[in-house]
Nanobody, 116 residues
Framework: QVQLVESGGDLVQPGGSLRLSCAAS????????MGWYRQAPGKQRELVAQ???????MYAGSVKGRFTMSRDNAKNTVYLQMNSLKPEDTAVYSC??????????WGQGTQVTVSS
């Protein structure tokens, strides 16, 4: 059974930092493309960051320079380091594992709230 479990979400003040984790079981993330998505109330889900199986990364323009995604294949875990957080970063953050021609696997999400 495949599971992706996110953690690290919290309430943080603007300008603060958080590190999200996504621990996988049932798959080896080393052969998957891993991504972080977020969805704010009333808005569509958007891709925040992605790290390919070869470790190249891409970021949404709204987070570039502030967020960093990384992977630890030995721990079967991906991370999203979020710095200089803004109120508009408030959302439920979910990780996804995907490979071509196979169904993606999603975690349940973790809430990030940026507010003073």
């Amino acid at each position: 059974q495949v599971q992706l479990v996110e953690s690290g979400g919290d309430l943080v003040q603007p300008g603060g930092s958080l590190r999200l984790s996504c621990a996988a079981s049932g798959i080896s993330i080393s052969i998957y493309n891993m991504g972080w998505y977020r969805q704010a109330p009333g808005k569509q889900r958007e891709l925040v960051a992605q790290i390919m199986s070869g470790s190249s990364t891409m970021y949404a323009g709204s987070v570039k320079g502030r967020f960093t995604m990384s992977r630890d294949n030995a721990k079967n875990t991906v991370y999203l380091q979020m710095n200089s957080l803004k109120p508009e970063d408030t959302a439920v953050y979910s990780c996804v594992a995907s490979r071509p021609l196979t169904q993606p696997y999603w975690g349940q999400g973790t809430q990030v709230t940026v507010s003073s």
